[in-house]
């Protein structure tokens, strides 16, 4: 994919890098979104961000953010072996404290397995403590839920996996409006180290931009200390979340 040019506003402060795991097989719903989302405001903020793409094969790049979408079953299953192979390395940043952002597939695939409707288990990384079974019920609509860290956050879900959380797992928020991660329970996405794993497609940051700048600021306080640039002006985003927050289910 080609590199997009952002504008950096002055003065710079360094370069952010930011990958997009598997975004051939897993880049659904406009989940590549995302990590424009993350280049724009690295940009705004005066930071060079470079985005780089792992399709498998070879060494996983370094990066400051890590981020992966969501997919099919079929595209889980084109990459689960290259995952596994790749998985040891993705376990060690997350534990280095490497801001990761998983959504949907990817989120699944982070959990410590996802038994897909043909009865195939599709063994994961286990950064997540939780555990997905495929159903053939889809859930499926707006999706409010509100998190103590990051407040309401917005988004679409469309799954058929239903994901149960293990106690070593704290949820990303509580559900108002929606199913969540399996309809039942009132919990959506995971959390562990400075990874957010959700089923909110959308994409998710455009209308999230608090969870777009605690992968940032994460990111630029790892590599360089502080988070520096002014603070942006989220009046558009805001109008657009109280559009998206008034949507019918």
């Known amino acids: 994919m080609t590199q ?63 981020v992966g979408g969501g997919g099919q079953d079929s595209g889980q299953e084109a990459i689960i072996e290259d995952f596994a192979r790749i998985g040891p390395e993705l376990v ?9 952002l998983v959504i949907c597939g990817m989120y699944q695939l982070f959990g410590h397995d996802f038994t897909i409707v043909s009865g195939r288990v599709l063994t994961g990384l286990g950064i997540l403590d939780v555990r997905t079974r495929g159903t053939e019920t889809r859930l499926i609509g707006n999706i409010v839920t509100d998190s103590e860290e990051f407040g309401t956050i917005l988004g679409y879900e469309n799954h058929s996996g239903q994901t ?51 992968l940032l600021r994460t990111a630029a306080e790892r590599r360089y200390g502080e988070f ?10 805001e109008r657009a979340r109280r559009s998206a927050e008034s949507r019918p289910r």
């Not at 995302?34 to 930071?47: D, E, F, S």
Request: no cysteine; hydrophobic share 35%.
């Open 4 to 66: 997009p040019e952002f504008a950096v506003a002055q003065p710079e402060h360094g370069e952010l890098r930011i990958l997009q795991l598997y975004p051939t097989a897993m880049n659904i719903y406009g989940d590549w979104g995302n990590t424009l989302t993350l280049a724009r405001r690295a940009a705004w903020r005066g930071y060079r961000p470079v985005i780089l793409e792992y399709n498998g094969g070879g060494e996983l790049p370094e990066a400051d953010i890590v």
């Open 92 to 100: 060690r940043r997350a534990e280095d404290g490497v801001p990761m």
């Open 164 to 214: 149960e959380l293990g106690p070593g797992a704290r949820p990303l928020g509580t559900v108002r409006v929606g199913a969540g991660n399996n309809g039942e329970d009132g919990t959506e996405g995971a959390r562990a180290h400075n990874v957010v794993g959700t089923y909110l497609h959308g994409s998710l940051l455009p209308k999230n931009p608090a969870v777009a700048d605690f």
């Open 228 to 237: 520096a640039g002014a603070d942006l002006d989220d009046s558009a985003e």
